[in-house]
């Protein structure tokens, strides 16, 4: 594909800088940026090698607006496999889109939202889920999760579905053999084993991919307990810093108070919680319920109890609750005498019982390290562990192997060749539109336009 018009953009964030980038793409890049460039030297853009760097001004006529560096960078070896021209100019606001604004006029057009990675796309330089990685190193918050995407531009996950979508159409190859030719016998039995290796790799990726979702989208937990147990205490050594107001008077907490911090290179949305107890006036009771929506949309919850004194019908009642997710008990308040005899608790129910002094950090650490265990199922995943997929992706991936699973029952039960190839077909074609295979122009336009204009 090569678009017939030139596409340009602002490619930094707008804002004080030291440098500010107007990139372009397409068959007009060179002779556009010629129009507005004057060279410091006797050159013409149009005759430079390619990958090479030149100093000058851009111009409006005669008026100088800006001392840059142009780079010209030509097809096919470039980002979009298409000619680029970049200009760097002083990163002030009022320079760049004065730039942009001359290339627009020179003949440019405004580029759309994530269309020069598109054009990668489509012109074949990157898959589409190479293209998803870009994004995800953009928007990388933890230097594990631009780890997980720079790994992921590389292809390794584009390798592992092409190889995937190899491997089934083989054995569709071996069962419509038996279908266009009854003359040749073919053994569906046999199959089984291979049927059953090609369910084993989607799993894989399934699980890999339900990973990779915390590291890319990160964890929320709340921290639940009733008033004065020390949860705003936790939530202040969880971040290392005084965050929430801490006093002896129970419910000082009326509201939640959310933070983010990075723990093993996972960004943690903290959520600190009203107690919860029976209100004792408006203002308590609307706390209460902003913190039981808190449990609601939490992926992990911490009840906090107090060690230091004995437990209260409050305190019981928390801890018979089912929450139906992931709940780890923090025991707090071990600097004080133990009153809590925690042989008594049943541990069952928890990921993990931990004893801690919120506010001398004891304990603190190996919580936090819990709190990662309890999600992770083993820890913090290692390089290649997880894949980092967008909703869209991973559903592409559960219908892949919901699909190869029906492939095993249909061949263990002895079904039709018919009805174990029509099930095949669905699984090639959902793993075909992870590599970008057969995938509609309104899924394109909705997965570029989450990027920024100028990438």
Avoid at 148 to 174: H, K, M, N, Y
Avoid at 242 to 255: H, L, M, Q, S, Y
Avoid at 364 to 386: C, E, H, R, T, Y
Wanted: aromatic residues 4%; hydrophobic residues 45%; glycine residues 8%.
């Amino acid at each position: 594909m090569n678009a017939p018009d030139t596409i340009a953009a602002i490619s930094t964030p707008l804002g004080d800088g030291g440098i500010g980038i107007v990139r372009m793409s397409g068959p007009r890049a060179v002779e556009i940026a010629e129009r507005v460039f004057r060279p410091n030297s006797r050159i013409r853009l149009s005759q430079v090698p390619t990958h090479t760097l030149h100093y000058g001004f851009i111009v409006d006529g005669t008026r100088k607006i800006d001392e840059v560096l142009v780079a010209v960078m030509r097809a096919p070896r470039t980002y979009t496999r298409e000619d680029i021209v970049e200009v760097n100019c002083h990163g002030g606001i009022a320079a760049v889109r004065a730039i942009l604004d001359l290339l627009l006029h020179a003949g440019a057009r405004l580029a759309e939202r994530g269309e020069f990675t598109k054009r990668a796309f489509l012109n074949g330089r990157i898959s589409l889920d190479q293209a998803q990685a870009v994004l995800d190193a953009v928007r990388a918050q933890t230097r594990l999760g631009l780890e997980a995407a720079i790994d992921r531009i590389s292809g390794r996950f584009s390798r592992e579905i092409a190889v995937l979508r190899d491997e089934i159409a083989g054995v569709l190859a071996e069962i419509e053999v038996g279908i266009d030719y009854p003359d040749v016998d073919t053994e569906l039995g046999s199959l089984l084993p291979a049927v059953q290796r090609l369910y084993a790799a989607a799993q894989d990726l399934v699980r890999r991919a339900a990973r990779g979702r915390v590291v890319r989208e990160g964890l929320t937990v709340a921290i639940i307990g009733r008033p004065n147990v020390g949860k705003s205490t936790l939530l202040n050594a969880l971040l290392a810093e005084e965050r929430a107001i801490v006093t002896p008077i129970p419910g000082t907490t009326r509201d939640t108070v959310e933070e983010v911090v990075e723990i093993s290179g996972i960004p943690v949305r903290l959520i600190d919680t009203a107690g919860l107890r029976t209100p004792t006036d408006t203002v308590e009771e609307e706390g209460v319920k902003r913190a039981r929506r808190a449990v609601d949309r939490a992926d992990l919850l911490i009840l906090v109890i107090d060690g230091s004194v004995s437990l209260t019908s409050e305190d019981r009642d928390l801890l018979t609750t089912a929450w139906g997710k992931p709940t780890i008990l923090a025991v707090n308040k071990t600097d004080l005498p133990a009153v809590v005899d925690t042989t008594a608790i049943n541990p069952k129910p928890y990921a993990g019982v931990y004893k801690i002094a919120a506010k001398t950090n004891a304990g603190v650490a190996k919580l936090a390290q819990g709190m990662m265990d309890s999600v992770l199922a083993g820890g913090i995943p290692a390089a290649g562990s997880f894949l980092l997929l967008d909703t869209w992706e991973r559903d592409l991936l559960y219908h892949t192997q919901a699909s190869l699973g029906r492939v095993v029952d249909a061949v263990v039960a002895g079904l039709t060749p018919d009805m174990i190839a029509e099930e095949l077909r669905t699984a090639y074609t959902e793993a075909g539109k992870l590599q970008g295979i057969d995938i509609s122009e309104d899924v394109l336009d909705k997965i570029f336009a989450r990027f920024c204009v100028g990438k």
